[in-house]
């Protein structure tokens, strides 16, 4: 009988995220049996510094926690478009945060990096109250928000406020992240990242090095607004060559946008992004004490 919704769904979707628009109706279709919802916990005083954890039914002691940020070219977004994302990593177990951070034009570069760093030390902060004893912290996002995820991963300066730094993370995983991107091309970052006097220590590139977590790093091939033999790849090359371990997948059927959408319940069947994120954030925990 759900058939045909779920083939409306998937025409529907596809246009939305072609447009850019808001994710709504993806999550109209997504399981709420898997996870209890605390929402819009704040990190901060401004409107955009909440977050929504999503907890997953059953043991949560030595659960992993993701805390995942959400693209939109720095320019919008909202964590509520995202709960599928909560849902997918959350029935696998995965204590997973989904922040919003603010955005242009009411912040640029480097604010939102400031958000994240603060959304993850609200996190750092807050986990002993989900579970008695901690797991593999890992830092997740997609496009824009797998940048926000690879600056706290690879560049001491965003967590150093907080008397945090990247070897308090265990991992960090990447969906079609853009790593290099200067010169800017796109219209709509020129302004988020001040071009054209764009600081060359923006670039995740830049700070890829020894010191980085564990990555997990996913892109589309036929991306065709994030480079991924540009951006994944050279980012997997340099930080292979730094002597970090880094898990690479490229999936041929997506594009920048379907590739984060295979995470939620209706789509899973496309590519296993969900199965290899999972399997990668479980790898990471620690086996316990005898």
């Not at 990190?43 to 907890?55: C, I, T």
């Not at 909202?78 to 696998?92: C, I, M, P, Q, W």
């Amino acid at each position: 009988m759900f058939v045909l919704p779920i083939r409306a769904l998937c025409l529907a979707s596809l246009a939305l995220l072609t447009a850019c628009s808001p994710l709504a109706p993806v999550n109209f279709f997504v399981p709420d049996d898997s996870y209890h919802l605390r929402a819009d916990q704040a990190y901060g005083s401004d409107e955009r510094q909440r977050l929504d954890v999503f907890l997953p039914v059953g043991e949560l002691d030595r659960a992993p926690v993701a805390l995942f940020f959400y693209g939109g070219s720095w320019r919008g977004g909202s964590k509520d478009n995202y709960t599928f994302v909560g849902e997918a990593l959350a029935s696998r177990g995965i204590i997973t945060v989904i922040a919003d951070y603010r955005v242009y034009p009411e912040v640029t570069y480097p604010d939102f990096l400031h958000d994240s760093a603060a959304a993850l030390a609200w996190v750092v902060e807050q986990r002993s109250d989900w579970q008695p004893q901690s797991g593999p912290l890992v830092v997740m996002g997609h496009s824009a928000g797998a940048y926000n995820a690879a600056m706290l991963a690879l560049d001491p300066r965003w967590l150093e406020p907080h008397a945090l730094s990247p070897a308090d993370l265990d991992a960090w995983v990447s969906l079609a992240g853009p790593f290099e991107f200067l010169p800017i091309i796109n219209p709509r970052v020129k302004p988020v990242f001040h071009h054209p006097d764009t600081p060359l220590d923006s670039q995740p590139i830049e700070h890829a090095g020894s010191h980085s977590p564990p990555a997990l790093l996913m892109a589309a091939r036929p991306d065709r607004l994030v480079d991924p033999e540009r951006n994944t790849q050279a980012m997997s090359e340099k930080l292979s060559a730094a002597g970090v371990a880094v898990d690479t997948h490229y999936f041929e059927s997506r594009n920048h946008f379907t590739l984060v959408l295979a995470l939620a319940h209706p789509f899973q069947h496309w590519d296993p992004v969900l199965d290899k994120t999972a399997d990668f954030i479980h790898q990471l925990a620690t086996p316990p004490d005898d």
